[in-house]
């Protein structure tokens, strides 16, 4: 137990559809950062939030957006769903101070048909 | 930018065994961490062991150990008495360590796949 909880876990979206992924940060972590695991391969790092604003983007197109809110949870948002979007997406909490210790949740899987 | 290569897709040992995976990285950093992180069919991703890039001595969690080679850019890990419980996809991972809000930017490898058999 991580203590970073993801939601939903599963679902299902029509491609041209928007979604919206939630994660709640372990206890006291400031920061939360997302990535996409597409099947068989590693984690693509999405973007991350800090203190509510962005703090470094990857390689992924401006119809990926995110939010963090004031209690450090976040959201990311996918519009004009891909068949390609269809993936685990995880999110990671940390805090600058704390050492580098980064926690991940569980996932949600994201099916595009 | 960083660059984190695994070139064993899958290995397998078995149970009670020795087991070593492979990474090697590419940077032009000189303070960053290393980490190997397990992924059970469960997905969620636990960290196995992790390494500062200025620390000579290689890190140790019980069964699990790492060949840190910074020179070579080279991090495996091994994995010493094989449980069946060790069957997971295994990722190697990078994070520049270059102030604070380098913390949770994670650069991974493709994974390895790892079978133990009874």
């Known amino acids: 137990e991580t203590g970073v909880t993801q939601s939903p876990t599963h679902l299902i979206k029509t491609r041209g559809q928007q979604v919206t992924l939630r994660c709640s940060s372990q206890?006291?972590?400031?920061?939360v950062s997302w990535y996409q695991q597409a099947l068989g391969q590693g984690p693509q790092f999405i973007f991350q939030y800090y203190r509510e604003e962005e703090n470094g983007r990857g390689n992924f197109p401006p119809r990926f957006s995110g939010l963090q809110f004031p209690n450090y949870s976040s959201e990311l948002n996918v519009n004009a769903l891909e068949l390609d979007d269809s993936a685990l997406y995880l999110c990671a909490s940390s805090s600058q101070g704390s050492g580098n210790t980064i926690y991940f949740g569980e996932g949600s899987w994201l099916t595009v048909v | 930018a960083q660059t984190v290569t695994q070139s064993q897709p899958e290995m397998s040992v078995q149970e009670a065994e020795t087991v070593t995976l492979s990474c090697t990285y590419d940077t032009s950093e000189s303070n960053y961490y290393l980490f190997w992180y397990k992924q059970p069919p469960s997905r969620q991703m636990i960290l196995v062991i992790r390494?500062?890039?200025?620390?000579?001595q290689n890190a140790t969690e019980n069964r699990f150990s790492v060949n840190f080679q910074k020179a070579a850019k080279s991090f495996s890990l091994k994995i010493s008495d094989s449980q069946l419980g060790d069957t997971a996809m295994y990722f190697c991972a990078f994070m520049k360590a270059a102030g604070g809000t380098s913390y949770g930017k994670l650069t991974f490898g493709q994974g390895t796949i790892l079978t133990v058999h009874p």
């Open positions: 206890s006291g972590h400031n920061t």
């Open positions: 390494q500062e890039a200025y620390k000579q």
